[in-house]
């Protein structure tokens, strides 16, 4: 062997350089976030001096925690970029499932099924095989799905490949096998809906109404000919019955005062005038008492988007008794650094854990403020846009 290994070598170093000689070229691995979902404008350095610690902290949130319409449409934009990802997302399949995840759930099914088009390791991750899953369900395409869940080489024992099995058991004609899986399911973690439903499917017993949660509910509602349109769906779902991902949010404004007017309408087309934004900051310093909160909170979130105020406005801001936000200090602090350091995708990510533990509708006036600027300073001028429009609508 060594000297068929020696000769073998001997030819190579004589035959020197040809014009057939294949040149082998070692591709990068890889990462979470190069493949786009959708062209959404973003710069291809979204994600540069972001550690991949950032987003495995906020990914799942954005998953399973309802958000604003605002916050929502920021999500949206970020996770479709496709650009290198942050720093350590190389090869981390679990990132790469955490963001199409939290598309699924954003309702922009299209971009989700673009990145797991180019996932390498589908089958052997269930994170993976699970976003695939569902984008199949809610695309009406349940062989796939019931595919993807034969394949799949990790984590079958999980809840949700239980009780997706069962279904395609029951989809397959194959009765007795549902039932066990469906009891194996209901054993290890009982869900009432998903115990309704199957239970009808398997057993004749009465459906009750649709349910829409996700794309297995969505199936088995469409298996037992319920009315889906009488149900209440999830942004996923929605998505998937209407064909497209949702739009931007837009607001009615027809509530704000005459002060303010003026200002937001100018934000619809781009950035309030500085003297309008002073304008108002002194307006609302002599307001009334009973409108004084309402003033003060949309002179503050106003001038969130001005790079540097007057003498005179900075005094007039300091007085105004519009309380701290609920985000903890930390978070806040590390917002502010990645804005300063202009830092984008981190500051989306933080501007985003912030609203996805506030809820729909729990930002605080300081939160939104402290959030515009923040994306004002990194570009994101659009979403900063959303939110201020969003708070001024929200104003009581």
């Known amino acids: 062997m060594m000297r068929i290994a020696l000769f073998l070598g001997f030819l190579v170093a004589i035959a020197g350089p040809a014009s057939g000689q294949v040149q082998v070229t070692q591709l990068a691995a890889p990462d979470a976030f190069s493949t786009p979902g959708r062209d959404t404008g973003l710069p291809a350095d979204l994600w540069r001096g972001t550690p991949a610690e950032m987003a495995l902290a906020v990914l799942p949130l954005l998953a399973t925690r309802p958000m604003s319409p605002a916050a929502s449409h920021l999500a949206r934009q970020v996770l479709a970029t496709g650009a290198p990802g942050p720093e350590g997302s190389t090869g981390d399949d679990g990132l790469a499932a955490g963001r199409a995840n939290a598309m699924i759930a954003l309702g922009d099914l299209e971009a989700a099924a673009r990145i797991l088009e180019r996932a390498p390791s589908l089958d052997r991750n269930a994170g993976l095989s699970k976003a695939a899953a569902e984008v199949a369900l809610l695309s009406g395409d349940a062989t796939r799905a019931c595919a993807i869940a034969a394949a799949l080489a990790a984590g079958r024992g999980d809840i949700y490949w239980l009780r997706l099995r069962s279904f395609c058991q029951a989809e397959a004609g194959q009765s007795d096998q549902a039932h066990l899986t469906f009891e194996l399911a209901q054993t290890q973690a009982r869900d009432a809906v998903y115990g309704r439903l199957m239970s009808a499917r398997l057993n004749a017993t009465p459906p009750g109404p649709a349910s829409l949660r996700n794309g297995l509910d969505l199936s088995l509602s469409r298996s037992l000919k319920l009315d889906v349109a009488a ?5 996923a779902v929605a998505a998937a019955l209407s064909g497209q991902a949702p739009p931007a949010p837009s607001y009615d404004l027809t509530g704000i005062d005459e002060a303010t007017a003026a200002l937001a309408a100018a934000l619809t087309q781009g950035l309030p005038s500085e003297a309008g934004v002073s304008a108002l900051i002194g307006a609302a310093m002599d307001a009334d008492l009973k409108i004084r909160p309402k003033r003060q909170g949309s002179a503050l979130l106003m001038a969130a988007f001005l790079g540097e105020l007057s003498p005179i406005d900075r005094t007039r801001l300091a007085s105004f008794a519009v309380p701290e936000g609920r985000s903890p200090t930390g978070r806040n602090v590390a ?62």
């Open 335 to 396: 917002l502010e650094a990645a804005a300063q350091g202009r830092r984008m995708g981190e500051t989306a990510l933080l501007a985003l854990w912030i609203c996805a533990e506030a809820g729909p509708s729990g930002l605080t006036v300081a939160d939104r403020a402290r959030i515009i600027r923040s994306l004002r300073q990194v570009k994101l001028d659009e979403p900063a846009r959303l939110f201020a429009l969003e708070g001024l609508a929200g104003l009581k």
């Open 231 to 235: 149900a209440k769906p999830a942004p």
